[in-house]
């Protein structure tokens, strides 16, 4: 079974640039959550999509977008890019299986951007 | 503020002894704790998880203990090999929240030969 798939996995843009990363979860996962990785702040939770919908976000600028299509693959989008967006992004995908407590989340290699 | 907290940046022991991490955390409301391991230019890989109902949890060579009264969660790793060299992530999710892990900032462990 294949797993998490990101692309790219290395970009480079500028400050005031847009961005859209992609996401394609395990074949059958219904939810994929995004995270951001900086050395300063550690992994931090931006927001979970399932069935097409945002269900969680974390504390991020509305710069911060995401989207879930029909078949579960996710983008994210960073508008107007600042030199702090410099950051791994990770996305994760799970089932998730109803009435579960808890719902193991599959991470992909992550992209890495680089804001100049 | 930060719910998740591993005071140790890095940790080093010498192969075949026992390695111990730790992690603590402020809310009471997590449901389960997690531990991943890192390498780089990859993604968490999930090792090993406990539940808030219990106090203990084994798997091979890694063992999860929480103490709820304390807050606290350590992972002990014996032995340790040069293969568990990594940064190790302490994680905390809510049953109702599933989607959202809480991170610690992460402990690079280095296990010398």
């Known amino acids: 079974k294949a797993g998490v798939t990101q692309t790219p996995r290395y970009l480079i843009k500028t400050r005031g640039q847009q961005v859209t990363l992609s996401c394609s979860p395990i074949s059958g996962h219904r939810s994929v959550s995004w995270y951001q990785q900086t050395p300063g702040q550690g992994l931090q939770f931006l927001f979970e999509y399932f069935s097409e919908t945002q269900r969680n976000k974390g504390n991020f600028p509305g710069r911060f977008s995401g989207r879930q299509f029909s078949n579960s693959r996710s983008e994210m989008n960073v508008s107007t890019l600042e030199l702090g967006d410099s950051a791994l992004y990770l996305c994760?995908?799970?089932?998730?299986?109803?009435?579960?407590?808890?719902?193991?989340?599959?991470f992909g290699p992550g992209t890495r951007l680089t804001v100049l | 503020d930060q719910q998740v907290k591993q005071n140790s940046p890095s940790l080093s022991v010498q192969e075949g002894r026992i390695s111990i991490l730790n992690c603590d955390y402020t809310?009471?409301?997590?449901?389960?704790f997690l531990w991943y391991k890192k390498y780089p230019a990859e993604g968490p890989t999930f090792l090993i998880s406990?539940?808030?109902?219990?106090d203990k949890n084994e798997d091979g060579r890694f063992t999860v203990f929480l103490n709820k009264s304390a807050k606290h969660l350590s992972l002990h790793i014996v032995p340790s090999q040069p293969g568990d060299s990594a940064v190790y992530f302490c994680a905390a999710v809510r049953s109702s929240n599933t989607g959202k892990l809480i991170f610690g900032q992460g402990t690079t462990l280095q296990v010398k030969p």
């Open positions: 809310n009471s409301m997590f449901d389960y």
């Open positions: 994760a995908s799970s089932l998730p299986l109803a009435g579960a407590s808890y719902n193991e989340q599959f």
């Open positions: 406990i539940s808030s109902i219990k």
